[in-house]
């Protein structure tokens, strides 16, 4: 018996019946990597996700669902939801409770998402400037470090916001921002973020416009009022799509600024004491809500953990009935070669070898399905932050 | 070189049993064997072989007495010192005719292919004409190509004893001919032994001996 000899027929065996042998590894690879890969990414979820959440002591929005509003203030995802006024934050900061943070995280530039907020968000998440500098006016922003990777953007380069319906002419209109700042990686969605002052959100949604001087425009932009005090401009004003240091003195807005809208607060308390009397304090409050993102994350992965444990025993038992049937195959290979090992015999192998033969190619077949799925399970651990984008949003 | 003794042979589940008194061939010489279809011709080269084990008797291959070898001693002592021409071919689809010829190497302990070796197999496929073919799949042969490759796998480890199973029964009278002054002409080069089992009287005249399987074999069992 020799393995040179054995390596030699059985790879030749493998290759000679390779629709076969892929199949089988095919098979098998699945077998190993579909509960590897889930488990390891939903722990690469949680553990993202987790950190995140473990990062912000409260949040506070309209009620509704605490996990969107929770995803809204981490990771800037549901942008349709339902926003408070910006009240509520002036509120929580007059408490003397806790630190408000507003954050409007509803407008995109491409795929990134426009976050409006103050410094105090950089300060909270600590920040480090990998260029330039915070947003200091109205139009000017921060970029996280993916996006000026993505674009190719640094300071002094531009961010376009987008268009939320490109047929809504009452609609939101794109408005350019000066890059003053690019962001050091987080490792976190602030990367993927473009961060303004709340003001330029809301200038970005029509609550806030700038233009030329009423007293400078021509017969053609007024509108005829009967009174020579009183002047009103018609819609052929050109709105500003820029705020520049030369028209950023013409922006302005019409109704009260805490009326305006923030999707979500971030709510730094204090200290212990402070977190339970303010967490009291909304326990009662109907249209908003106060959420510790780290106990809505308990409760999400209760729920993902619970799901996974179910899709896990389906996989085994999936991976169990794949085995059997590659089990078979090798079997029913055996006898449909028992002329071929009739060969090896009258030649001179002993059936010691022939049992050697069968269980080198099954190992052959096992061992390279494993190294595969390793392959590929490192191939998704690398690919983990895209996919965590991906389902997280 | 062969001496075989009061040899009693019963398939499983057979009530005739296949008796071959005594038989023997000398180092160097070639035997025809011939017969009828079923009286015994492939049992008595299996028995010779160490294929099969006899009930009974003696089987002395080269001053070792086969029937009483192990198993895997039996199946190495063929490997070494047995060269078989099977009437089927036994080649491995799967493996090129070149890897076929070698197979027999392989299963050897060391199973290492040397230039020499590779040499042989080239030597054997110039004679027997398959040199283009080397190559290829069996699957892609003619029944003459895979018999002469069938026979070069039997020749290319210069074994003292070559067993052949009508290794010309599949082919036309030109590549009967061709396979069997082949075979002899390999077999005095080496001096070897050869048994070979045919029907084609045209070829007796060739071999050193022709011997009636059924005047060799006497009926018994019940």
């Known amino acids: 018996m020799n393995w040179s000899g054995l390596f030699h027929l059985g790879s030749r065996y493998l290759a000679g019946n390779r629709t076969k042998t892929i199949l089988l590894v095919s098979a098998f690879t699945l077998v190993w990597l579909l509960p590897a890969a889930i488990t390891l990414l939903a722990g690469k979820v949680e553990e993202h996700l987790r950190s995140r959440a473990d990062e912000t002591p409260l949040v506070l929005g309209r009620a509704g669902s605490a996990l969107e509003l929770t995803f809204n203030a981490l990771h800037f995802t549901k942008p349709e939801m339902a926003t408070l006024p910006y009240r509520e934050a002036l509120k929580v900061a007059e408490s003397g409770l806790a630190q408000a943070i507003p954050l409007y995280a509803r407008f995109h530039a491409g795929s990134h998402s426009i976050v409006g907020t103050t410094f105090d968000y950089f300060r909270f998440r600590e920040f480090d400037y990998a260029e330039g500098r915070a947003f200091l006016r109205m139009g000017e922003c921060v970029v996280g470090s993916a ?9 002094g380069d531009y961010v376009i916001s987008s268009p939320e319906t490109l047929f809504d002419l009452a609609g939101v209109y794109p408005l350019k921002m000066t890059v003053c700042g690019v962001l050091e990686s987080t490792g976190s969605p602030d990367d993927e973020a473009v961060f303004v ?14 233009h030329i001087a009423a007293a400078e425009a021509g017969e053609d932009e007024r509108l005829e009022t009967g009174n020579e005090n009183v002047v009103r401009l018609n819609a052929s004003v050109v ?155 | 070189m062969i001496f075989c003794r009061k040899l009693e042979f019963r398939y499983p ?10 038989f023997s061939v000398e180092a160097g010489e070639t035997v025809a064997l011939i017969g009828p279809s079923g009286c015994g011709k492939t ?4 028995l010779i072989s160490g294929i099969l084990v006899p009930d009974e008797g003696v089987i002395e291959v080269g001053g070792e007495q086969i029937q009483s070898l192990e198993l895997a001693a039996r199946q190495s002592f063929r490997l070494r010192n047995i060269g078989l021409v099977p009437q089927n071919f036994e080649l491995l689809d799967y493996l090129t005719v070149r890897e076929n010829i070698l197979l027999p190497l392989r299963l050897l302990d060391r199973g290492r292919i040397e230039k020499a070796h590779e040499n ?103």
């Not at chain 1, 996006?147 to 300071?155: K, L, P």
């Not at chain 2, 589940?13 to 005594?22: K, M, W």
């Not at chain 2, 049992?43 to 299996?46: A, H, M, R």
């Open chain 1, 147 to 155: 996006v000026a990777q993505a674009n190719e953007i640094g300071v």
């Open chain 2, 13 to 22: 589940g057979e009530s005739v049993a296949l008796s071959f008194p005594e």
């Open chain 2, 43 to 46: 049992t008595l080269l299996n």
């Open chain 1, 197 to 210: 002052d709340l003001k330029t959100t809301w200038i970005i949604e029509g609550l806030g416009h700038g």
């Open chain 2, 120 to 222: 042989r197999v080239e030597e054997l496929a110039e004679k027997t004409g398959i040199s283009p073919l080397l190559n290829k799949l069996p699957s892609r042969l003619s029944q003459g190509e895979r018999q002469r490759a069938a026979l070069c796998r039997g020749l290319v480890g210069k074994p003292p004893l070559i067993l052949a199973d009508e290794p010309t029964g599949n082919l036309d009278t030109d590549n009967q001919d061709r396979i069997v002054s082949l075979l002899l002409e390999e077999a005095g080069a080496l001096k070897s032994s050869v048994i070979m089992i045919t029907h084609e009287p045209s070829l007796y005249g060739r071999f050193d001996r022709v011997e009636n399987v059924m005047s060799l074999r006497m009926e018994g069992g019940e």
């Open chain 1, 239 to 393: 709105e500003y799509n820029e705020i520049t240091p030369e028209t950023v003195e013409s922006f302005h807005f019409h109704g009260e600024e805490e009326d305006n809208p923030v999707s979500a607060v971030i709510v730094v308390p204090f200290g212990a004491k402070e977190q339970a009397l303010i967490k009291g304090r909304y326990a009662g409050v109907k249209d908003l809500s106060l959420v510790e993102p780290a106990a809505e994350m308990d409760e999400l992965f209760e729920t993902v953990f619970s799901v996974q444990r179910i899709v896990l025993g389906m996989l085994v038992l999936v991976g169990l009935a794949t085995l059997a049937l590659g089990l078979l195959t090798f079997l029913l290979s055996y006898r449909l070669r028992t002329g071929e090992f009739a060969s090896l015999r009258h030649m001179g192998a002993s059936p010691r070898m022939l049992k050697a033969l069968i269980g080198f190619e099954a190992a052959f077949v096992f061992a390279l399905s494993i190294l595969l799925s390793v392959v590929l399970l490192w191939s998704l651990l690398s690919l983990a932050p895209t996919l965590i984008r991906l389902l997280v949003g």
